[in-house]
Nanobody, 116 residues
Framework: QVQLVESGGGLVQAGGSLRLSCAASGRTFSTYAMHWFRQAPGKEREFLARISWSRLTTYYADSVKGRFTISKDDAKNTVYLQMNSLKPDDTAVYYC?????????WGQGTQVTVSS
């Protein structure tokens, strides 16, 4: 089994920054890639960023390119999402996901609220 726990969400003013963390535990040795998504009230879940575990390649949605950065710490089995220049439209629940052995696992989410 795989567990993903997000942290780092909170309330921030527009223009500010937050760093989200996603700690993975359990059977994570076959991790292929990890992702960040978000879901705002009344909207569908939106892909934000992806990092491949072995090649370290990254990919971003246009909506966050240049503002958000995905990274990972192998020693801590943790993925981060550095979010800069936050806007009120970034308000959502943020989720991490891991692709392991052909399955996708999800965390419970962390709330990010950006005030204007």
């Amino acid at each position: 089994q795989v567990q993903l726990v997000e942290s780092g969400g909170g309330l921030v003013q527009a223009g500010g920054s937050l760093r989200l963390s996603c700690a993975a535990s359990g059977r994570t040795f076959s991790t292929y890639a990890m992702h960040w998504f978000r879901q705002a009230p009344g909207k569908e879940r939106e892909f934000l960023a992806r990092i491949s575990w072995s090649r370290l390649t990254t990919y971003y949605a246009d909506s966050v390119k240049g503002r958000f950065t995905i990274s990972k710490d192998d020693a801590k089995n943790t993925v981060y999402l550095q979010m800069n220049s936050l806007k009120p439209d970034d308000t959502a629940v943020y989720y991490c996901a891991a692709d392991i052995s052909g399955n996708r696992y999800w965390g419970q989410g962390t709330q990010v609220t950006v005030s204007s």
